[in-house]
C-alpha cells in the first residue's frame, strides 16, 4: 500500500455498558503513512474506541474492517497480530527484565526452546539506534526514565511488525527534549515506513503540529473528521465541549495579603538544595522546571511525606515538624499530588468516600461517623465545583480524568486548608476541565487560600500564577512576578539553569517586611 492509502475502517461502532452507551455509532478511517489524531473531552469515548480497535472489548455493533476484510478480535494477541498495537499512558514495562526482553517481550527470538541471544540483542541495538536512544539493551528497564519507558513501548510495537500504533496521551510525563525526540521518531516511522498513527492528547498544539487528520468525537459520537489544515485550534476547541471557550485560564484579581507559607533553607541531600520562598494569602505561586528538576520532591518534604536534612517550614507563624503529613493536614495543607490514581484517589470506591477520607475523624462522634453530614459535605462540593457524576455514591473509578481531578480537589477542600498544593492539576485532562480547574483555583485564591501550582507547562503557570518560582536540578533558579513583559523564553532559560533572576519582589512584600521590621 502507498502512502495515504485507506487500510483500517471503522463503520457505526456501537459500544454499550450497563446504563451508558459508550460508544454510538463512531466511524473512522486510517491511512498509512498519516498522523491521525483522535480528539475529545474525558468520557467522549476515545479509551473505549482504542479498546474495541484493541481486541480488549468486543464491538456491539457496527463493522471494523482491515484492507477491506472484517475482523472480529477476541484478544489483544490478535490485534497485534493484525497490526494493530497500542501505547497506553499507563505504561506497561517490566521493570526486572533489561531493555532487550522488554522490548521483545511475548516475541522472543528463539532457537529452539532456547531464548536466541545473540538475535536478541543484535535487533534491540538496531531498534534502539532508530529510535535514537543511546543506551544498552543490557540495562535493566526499572533503571530508566519515564520517557525511555515511553520509547521502549514503542519499540515493542516495532518488534511486532504494526502497521498502527496508537499513542495514548505519550508525552503526559515528557520532558521537552523527550518530546522533541518522541514528535522527530513519529514523523519518522510515517515517512519513512509508511505506518499509521493514532494520536491521543489533551496538548492541541502537538494535534496541531502532528496531525495530518483529525477526528472529533462527543459524547460516544462522530462530530467532525476532516484535514488538521482545515481545522483552527479555535474550532477544534468548540467541536470538543460543544461550545467556543473564550478564554482558557480562568485568573481573576484576588487581594494579596500576608504570608501563611514560609519555606526557609529547606535542603534535603541528593534531592534539593537550599530552597527558600513564601506564599501569601490570596496569592497562586507556581513552580516549574524539567522532569526530574525536584519540583515535586519539594512539596512531597513540605507536607511531610518525604523527610528533609534541614530547613523549615513555617505555617501561618507556626513552625511544623518534619516528616509528619498528618501534623501537615491538622495545621491546614492539603495536597494534590502529581498521580492522581496513585496517591490521590481510591479508584474502587465511592466519590463520597475519597471526599471524606481527610475529614472522617471531624465527621464522627464516638467513634461513629455521621453519615448525613457526611452525605452533606460530599454533595455540597460535588455541586459547588461541578463534578458530572449520577450521585457520590458512583466508583471514582469510572469517572472521567477531569472529574476524578476535581474529586482531588475536593477531597482537601472539605478540611479547608489554609495552604493548597497543586501538583500537575490539569495533567491528562480535556480542555474543558482544565478550564474549569483553573476556575476553581481562582476562586479559592479570591477567597484568601495559598496556593503552589506545580506544573511542567509554561502556559499553565504564566496563565494561572501570580509568580513564578523555576527549578533546576534541586535548586531555585529563579523567581519572576507574572506581569505581561515575562516572556516564556525567560523562564524557560531560568528552568534550564542558563539565566538566574529573583525579581519577583513587590509592592505588598516589601510592605510586610516594612512591617515585619517594624
Not at 157 to 169: F, G, K, P, Y
Not at 323 to 336: L, Q, S, V, W, Y
Amino acid at each position: 500500500m502507498s502512502r495515504g492509502d485507506i487500510f483500517i475502517e471503522l463503520d457505526d461502532i456501537v459500544k454499550v455498558f450497563p446504563g451508558v452507551r459508550a460508544l454510538d455509532g463512531v466511524s473512522i478511517k486510517i491511512a498509512e503513512g498519516k498522523v491521525h489524531a483522535l480528539c475529545g473531552e474525558n468520557g467522549a469515548g476515545k479509551s473505549t474506541l482504542i479498546k474495541v480497535m484493541t481486541g480488549v472489548h468486543a464491538r456491539d455493533g457496527g463493522d471494523y474492517r482491515i484492507d477491506g476484510k472484517t475482523v472480529n478480535f477476541k484478544s489483544t494477541k490478535e490485534a497485534i497480530d493484525a497490526g494493530v498495537s497500542c501505547v497506553y499512558q499507563e505504561l506497561s514495562i517490566a521493570p526486572q527484565l533489561d531493555v532487550a526482553k522488554n522490548l521483545f517481550i511475548g516475541n522472543l527470538p528463539m532457537k529452539g526452546h532456547i531464548i536466541d541471544h545473540k538475535t536478541l540483542y543484535e535487533k534491540s541495538e538496531e531498534i534502539l539506534k532508530f529510535l535514537e536512544m543511546d543506551i544498552s539493551p543490557h540495562m535493566i528497564a526499572g533503571d530508566l526514565s519515564v520517557g525511555q519507558q515511553q520509547m521502549i513501548e514503542i519499540g515493542r510495537a516495532l518488534t511486532r511488525n504494526a502497521r498502527l500504533i496508537i499513542m495514548d496521551e505519550p508525552t503526559s510525563s515528557l520532558s521537552e527534549a523527550e518530546t522533541d525526540t518522541l514528535f522527530k521518531v513519529i514523523k519518522t516511522l510515517v515517512e519513512d515506513r509508511n505506518m499509521a498513527i493514532i494520536y491521543i492528547s489533551h496538548k492541541l498544539d502537538e494535534v496541531m503540529e502532528l496531525a495530518d487528520w483529525i477526528t472529533v468525537i462527543r459524547d460516544g459520537k462522530n462530530i467532525i473528521s476532516k484535514a488538521k489544515t482545515d481545522f483552527t485550534q479555535a474550532e477544534l476547541v468548540k467541536n470538543m465541549i460543544g461550545r467556543p471557550l473564550e478564554n482558557l485560564y480562568m485568573k481573576e484579581p484576588a487581594e494579596i495579603t500576608d504570608t501563611m507559607l514560609e519555606v526557609n533553607h529547606l535542603t534535603r541531600d541528593g534531592v534539593f538544595d537550599d530552597i527558600s520562598f513564601k506564599v501569601r494569602k490570596g496569592e497562586v505561586v507556581g513552580f516549574f522546571g524539567l522532569v526530574g528538576a525536584g519540583r515535586s520532591e519539594i512539596m512531597r518534604a513540605i507536607f511531610g511525606v518525604d523527610k528533609y536534612n534541614s530547613g523549615e517550614v513555617i505555617l501561618d507563624g507556626k513552625k511544623l515538624k518534619g516528616g509528619d503529613p498528618a501534623k501537615a493536614i491538622e495545621n491546614g495543607i492539603g495536597f494534590c499530588t502529581e498521580d492522581r490514581k496513585k496517591e490521590g484517589l481510591a479508584l474502587k470506591i465511592s466519590i463520597l468516600s475519597n471526599m471524606t477520607l481527610v475529614k472522617l475523624k471531624a465527621l464522627s462522634h464516638g467513634g461513629v461517623v455521621d453519615r448525613v453530614a457526611q452525605r452533606r459535605a460530599a454533595d455540597k462540593y460535588m455541586k459547588s465545583i461541578s463534578i458530572k457524576a449520577p450521585s457520590v455514591n458512583q466508583l471514582v473509578g469510572n469517572l472521567s480524568g477531569g472529574n476524578q481531578q476535581k474529586v482531588v480537589v475536593a477531597k482537601w477542600l472539605l478540611m479547608d486548608p489554609k495552604v493548597l498544593i497543586v501538583d500537575e492539576p490539569t495533567r491528562g485532562i480535556d480542555v474543558g476541565s482544565k478550564s474549569e480547574i483553573y476556575s476553581i483555583l481562582s476562586d479559592l485564591a479570591k477567597q484568601g487560600m495559598a496556593i503552589i501550582v506545580v506544573s511542567s507547562e509554561v502556559e499553565e503557570i504564566m496563565g494561572v500564577c501570580d509568580k513564578v518560582i523555576t527549578i533546576a536540578e534541586g535548586k531555585k533558579t529563579g523567581e519572576m512576578a507574572i506581569t505581561p513583559e515575562l516572556t516564556r523564553e525567560h523562564i524557560l532559560s531560568c528552568a534550564l539553569g542558563t539565566e538566574t533572576d529573583f525579581s519577583a519582589e513587590t509592592d505588598g512584600e516589601k510592605k510586610e517586611e516594612v512591617k515585619e521590621n517594624g
